[in-house]
């Protein structure tokens, strides 16, 4: 099955935040003041790529819809 553009994007964005919250609960178990740059730098940065790549994904991905789910003005 081949993805769309916007399925990749979008599975793309999901990575990204998944990522982040990954690092985000690394750094919560270590307990070193170098932790907070890691929760700040590492994972808040990567889940707002990812937020932002998932809002940027819904706006400018173009496809033209399909034929079965269009409503035709000769069915009404």
Do not use: C
Request: overall charge positive.
């Amino acid at each position: 099955m081949r993805l769309t553009k916007l399925e990749r994007r979008l599975r793309q964005s999901g990575v990204l935040v998944a990522i982040g919250l990954i690092a985000e609960l690394i750094s919560l178990l270590w307990n070193h003041p170098t932790a907070f740059f890691l929760f700040l730098g590492v994972g808040a940065v990567l889940m707002a790529a990812g937020v932002l790549y998932y809002f940027y994904s819904l706006v400018t991905v173009s496809e033209r819809p399909s034929e079965t789910g269009t409503l035709r003005t000769q069915d009404l």
